[in-house]
């Protein structure tokens, strides 16, 4: 079960990164790449810039839904021992 949370979490931040990095790019910021994790970085930002900022909602929200649907579901199906 903490696999799965750890999952949705990650799937999440992503999510509100790509968004964010959506809104920054409509705004015309500039954004600093980080010296960690820089080729994911590169990925949202070319996303954020290809999808723009509903593109980039609708990936976030669907991807968010999707990964929480799979907890509750497993939860609700899984084998009590």
């Known amino acids: 079960m903490l696999k799965r949370i750890l999952y949705f979490s990650a799937i999440l931040i992503f999510s509100?990164?790509?968004?964010?990095?959506?809104?920054d790019i409509s705004d015309g910021k500039e954004i600093p790449y980080s010296s960690t994790k820089q080729d994911t970085q590169e990925t949202l930002v070319?996303?954020?810039?290809?999808?723009?900022?509903t593109g980039s909602w609708i990936v976030g929200l669907t991807a968010s839904g999707i990964s929480l649907f799979r907890i509750i579901y497993k939860k609700i199906h899984e084998k009590n021992p």
């Open 16 to 23: 509100t990164l790509l968004i964010a990095f959506a809104y």
């Open 46 to 53: 070319y996303l954020a810039t290809k999808l723009g900022i």
